[in-house]
Structure formats: C-alpha cells, structure tokens
C-alpha cells in the first residue's frame, strides 16, 4: 500500500502537551526543549494547543505565546506547526487563525464546536470562515467530545474550499473512514485515534497526529512509514507492539497519562490544569511499563 494522497502536514503529527511550571504558568522554556525533542524523534508536524495541549483551560494570550515559542524552536526544521484555533465561538476562532498565521504556523487544527453543538449546516459556516483566513487547514471530528459528528456529505462541501486540505478522524469508525476516503478523494484522512493508526492506514489514511508518540516517537513513525511503504507484515507487528502504550496512555483523560508519564521519563512538565486531575499512579505505573516493552525499537 502506498499513499495516493498527498500528506500536508507530514504522516506523523503529535499532539503536542502544553508544560507548566510549579505555579502553573505555561512554561516557555520547557515547550521550546519539547518541540525540538519530538522533532528529532520522529514527529512531521506538532499540533499546539489542541484538546491534548489542554486547550479548554488555556487564554488567548498563552494560545498566541505557545505558537511563537513553538515556531521559534523548530525554525530551520523540516516540522510544520499547527495552531489548534478551533473553539465553539466562530469569531474566537476565525482571530486565533489569523494571528497563528502572523505569527508563522504552517495550518491551523479545527475542532468541531463542542457544547453548542451546531447542525451541519452551522459547521459548513463555521469551518469555512476559518479556511478564508488562508492557512491550510485539518478539521477534527471527534464526535466523543463535542457531541457531534461531521457528517460525509459536510466534509465533501467543506472540501471544496481550497484551504481545508486534512481532518483529524476519531470518530473510531473504519467503515466512516472509508467512506470518507472513497467519497471526498480531495481531503486528506488522518488517523486521530494512536489504536486505530494502522487500521485507517489500511483503508486509505496517510499517518496520524498522536498522542503516545511523546513516549514512543520514533515506533509509531516507523509503523507510518512501513504502512506507507507496502510493508503490511512489519506495519502490523508494531501496531501490536504498541498497542499496550496506546491502551494506558487512555486509561484515564488525555492528557492526564501522558502528561504525568512525560514528567516522569523525560523532564518535569508540570500537572494538568483543573479541572483535570493528575493520572493515578496505577495508570503511570501501566504507562512506564508499556513504554518499557518497546525499548530497543
């Protein structure tokens, strides 16, 4: 199997974590040395302040200061920025793009908005007036956390704007993901799921953005790229082996395990903000312990 889309964004995107510091501000400095981390282990593109960068609890402000460090610290690299700008307030998030593109993001991430829950129609409006503002743009449909579903028939009219070129599918349905694939040919499928990578990527997505690959980098980049190769047999013996990651990193709310696993096994990152809590030390112990399985990848 070989790709016959194009990847915008690169086949592997994390979804970056957002450090903070003890007093819990957003800490610079840490989000810089992270960016280059993940960019040398096998990230294409990090996605900053999406649902994984904790955004719900994060400003404006600190939103437009994470993209210009995290800008600032892969400049030079082959890694785009994506600026996770998708809120359930159009205006908000039509601001945030513009101001993302300023400041040098490569494409923007779009959620579908959450709580007010708009109908199809709603998100036609709302997704494209974030596409006039120019960047490439992924949509993000994650119908678990916002309660609604972008529908097919959506996607293939958002996708006659020139500027939405990707989405993010966690809609954990392979039969959608096919759907979607054999009826908008024009838009670019990414995995949004780190168990569901190698399934989609049988059915036509080009790579995903991830969450374990801060643990495990460098193995879902090369299931990626033997997916992508046509090699089916080592494809599907990492999907295996990085299943068990793939299971602790959500045996409570992301960010909640991965955060805590990365301030553990990397470098202090911070808690999350309420109103998530900190990953019970059960759920680290299974995180630690399935980042243990894959050393020597």
Known sequence: MSSFLPAPFGNVATAMITPFTVSGDVDHEKAWRLARFLSDNGSDALVVTGTTGESPTLSSVEKLALYKTVVDAVAGKDTHVIAGTG???????????????????????????????PDQAGLVGH??????????????????????????????????HESIVAVKDAVLDIEFTGHTINR???????????????????????????VVSHLAGRAVAAMVRAGLAGDVAEARRLHHLLLPLCEACFLETNPSPVKGAMDRLWEPVGDVRPPLVRASEETLVAVEKAVGALQGL
């Open 184 to 210: 908008v040919p024009g838009l670019t499928v990414y995995s949004g799921q780190d168990s569901f990578t190698w399934p989609m990527m049988a059915v036509g997505a080009v790579g995903v953005v991830s």
């Open 127 to 160: 997704f494209s007036a974030i596409a006039d503002v120019g960047l490439p743009v992924m949509l993000y449909n994650i119908p678990s956390r916002t309660g609604t579903r972008i529908e097919i028939d959506t996607l293939a009219r958002l996708a006659e």
């Open 87 to 117: 809120t359930y307030n159009t205006a908000e998030s039509v601001e945030l793009s513009g101001r993302a593109a300023e400041l040098g993001c490569a494409g923007v991430l779009a959620v579908t908005p959450y709580y007010n829950k």
